[in-house]
C-alpha cells in the first residue's frame, strides 16, 4: 500500500509559480483524521505561515465528522504542522523573500498511515502568466490531437 491522495489544491497552481516544494506532518485530532479518511478536505482557500517558532495551516476545511459527538472539531480551526527546526528556519528565510508565500498543495496519508501536507514555496503569477499557461496547455493539446488523428490514419 502507497500513498493515497486525499485532496489536491489545483487553484494553486493555476495562481501561482511552485518555486519549491516540502512535506510537513499535520496535528489532527481523532475526528479529524477520520474525516480525512473519508476524503472530507478541501484546500482551495488554505494557506501555511509560520508564527512565533511554529509552523500552522490556515483556512483548511476538514468537515465535521458524521459519526462524531458535541465533542466534535471545527471545520476551520488552525492546525499545526510539523516540521524540522532546521527546516523551519530555512523556510523562514526564504519566505521573507518578496513575494513568497507558502501554499499546501495536497493533503495525503502516507505507507504509515500519518496524515501530510506536500506545502509549496511559491509566487503569485500575473495575469499574463496564466494566459501563457493557458496558451501554452492549448498547444501541447492540439499537438497531442494531431498526432492521435495520424496515428489513426485521418
Known amino acids: 500500500m502507497g500513498e493515497e491522495t486525499i485532496a489536491l489544491n489545483r487553484r494553486a497552481r493555476h495562481q501561482f509559480t511552485i518555486d ?3 512535506e510537513a506532518g499535520i496535528a489532527l485530532t481523532g475526528t479529524e483524521i477520520k474525516s480525512v479518511r473519508g476524503h472530507k478536505v478541501n484546500l ?4 501555511a505561515r509560520i508564527d ?3 509552523m500552522w495551516l490556515f483556512a483548511a476545511h476538514i468537515a465535521p465528522y458524521e459519526g462524531g459527538n458535541r465533542l466534535n472539531h471545527e471545520a476551520k480551526r488552525t492546525r499545526k504542522l510539523l516540521v524540522h527546526r532546521a527546516e523551519l528556519t530555512q523556510l523562514l528565510s526564504k519566505t521573507k523573500q518578496k513575494g513568497q508565500t507558502m501554499v499546501p498543495l495536497r493533503l495525503y496519508i502516507n505507507e504509515r498511515g500519518r496524515a501530510k501536507v506536500e506545502i509549496g514555496l511559491a509566487r503569485g503569477k500575473q495575469l499574463y502568466d496564466r494566459r501563457r499557461d493557458i496558451a501554452e496547455r492549448d498547444s501541447r493539446r492540439d499537438v497531442a490531437r494531431q498526432l492521435a488523428d495520424v496515428t489513426r490514419g485521418r
Do not use: K
Open 52 to 54: 512565533r517558532g511554529e
Open 20 to 22: 519549491d516544494t516540502f
Open 44 to 47: 482551495s482557500d488554505a494557506y
